[in-house]
């Protein structure tokens, strides 16, 4: 057994995953668990997925205060659970590369403080990451870690669809097009090249719709163009994420209505976006529920939907027509009726929906004619232990 951890911190969470990478190209999935609530009410969740019975299941009131204390508590069960010394190595998932860093990378002093600069292009996200890792150097200094990014996937964007219209001295700042969601993209384009063959060089538009909303444009398996950009904060309405905005806006809220420059931010990424037009919540499934009575739900509903579809158009342009349309992420998985609505706006490219298919969750949503639509589960937990396998392996041969 080649134990390899997967750590997604975030602000009050860490989630984790095990998986055994003996067997490359057949990694297995041991357990997930998360610790939520971290300096509140804790709650401590694990699942496992070898056959074992030991699914725990705790609540806690309090006793996890930071993420060093969640990561101690993670390495105590594995340690309880299996030999600690089947753990082969820790694979972070990190929302920012930056320029740097275009591949997954192994973590040393060098790497982390390289990372540390980039918090503030991912205030929301980088912060929590780096605590996770610094908290496993401290407690297990001599296993090895990886960083896998969000960013890196969409390294094959071309200049121009990266770059912002700024003047170069800011460009060269690296004020530019990042793009996120890259690990859920990159496990989408695997699968595609192996359940998809004819796929593989085609043009293919993936919708990453969850809490976090974005698309990508794949040509021949690489990402040419995303809608998120210099942030997370861009591109399709989110859960609580406004999306595109004309930048006035933040001027004159600063300026005008007398907003901080912190207002504004935590205004943007935390209350804005289907929370904030339905003054409900984020939750698409509570949307749903109240939409037939509550007109600021549908609102909110029908502008996320179309978004969604106004941004496809631009994308499937890029890509100069469409192949194939894939779905992935907790609302693209999950919400039939969010998947018509959309095939239904890009009917005049030829997209015929199989209604009954699209209601029982079969993997092809699409009629015979026309392009393809595909629901495909996102696993970018996976994706972070095959890319820590792969250094691992390439550190020890
Ligand atoms: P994610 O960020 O990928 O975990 O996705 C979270 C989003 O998926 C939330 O808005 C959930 O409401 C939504 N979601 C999860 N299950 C369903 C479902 N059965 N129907 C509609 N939306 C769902």
């Known amino acids: 057994m080649q134990l390899v951890l ?20 057949h990694e297995r999935d041991i357990a997930r668990g998360a610790i939520d609530g971290i300096g509140q009410a804790t709650r401590w969740s694990v699942k496992r997925y070898d056959g074992t019975a030991n699914n725990e299941i705790a609540i806690k009131g309090d006793g996890v205060s930071n993420h060093k204390q969640a990561v101690s508590h993670i390495l105590a069960w594995i340690e309880k659970n299996f030999e600690l010394s089947s753990l082969a190595a820790a694979g972070h998932r990190v ?8 591949e997954p990378v192994r973590l040393n002093t060098k790497n982390c403080e390289a990372l540390r600069k980039l918090i503030p292009l991912a205030p929301l996200h980088q912060r929590h990451n780096l605590a996770a890792i610094d908290s496993l150097t401290e407690l297990a200094p001599m296993l090895p870690q990886i960083a896998c990014f969000d960013t890196a996937f969409h390294a094959t964007i071309p200049d121009i669809g990266r770059n912002f219209a700024l003047p170069r001295a800011i460009t060269a700042l690296g ?57 997370a904060l861009d591109g399709l309405m989110m859960g609580t994420r406004t999306g595109s905005i004309d930048p006035a806006v933040i001027f004159y809220l600063m300026r005008d209505q007398g907003m901080s420059a912190n207002d504004v931010e935590a205004m943007l990424y935390q209350k804005s976006g289907l929370l904030g037009v339905s003054g409900l919540s984020n939750d698409m499934r509570t949307l749903r529920a109240a939409a037939s009575t509550n007109a600021h739900a549908r609102e909110a509903l029908d502008m996320f939907t179309y978004r969604i579809i106004k941004e496809a158009g631009a994308m499937i342009a890029v890509l100069g027509g469409i192949d194939a349309l894939i779905f992935t992420a907790g609302i693209g998985e999950n919400d039939s009726e969010l998947r018509a609505n959309i095939m239904k706006g890009l009917k005049f490219l030829g997209f015929v929906l199989d209604e009954n298919a699209n209601k029982t969750k079969a993997r092809k949503i699409s009629a015979e004619e026309g392009p393809i639509a595909l629901v495909m589960p996102t696993n970018e937990e996976i994706m972070i232990a095959r890319e820590t396998a792969d250094i691992i392996r390439n550190i020890n041969e």
């Open 175 to 231: 004020v530019r097009r990042y793009g996120f969601h890259g690990l859920s993209y990159s496990y989408i384009a695997n699968e595609l090249a192996k359940q998809n063959t004819d796929l593989v060089t085609g043009r293919v538009l993936v919708a990453h719709l969850g809490n976090g909303a974005s698309l990508c444009a794949m040509k021949d398996g690489k990402s040419i163009a995303t809608s998120m950009g210099f942030s």
């Open 6 to 25: 997967v750590l997604n911190a975030g602000s009050s969470s860490v989630k984790f995953a095990l998986f055994d990478t003996q067997i490359k190209g």
């Open 95 to 102: 929302v920012h590369g930056g320029a740097q860093f275009t």
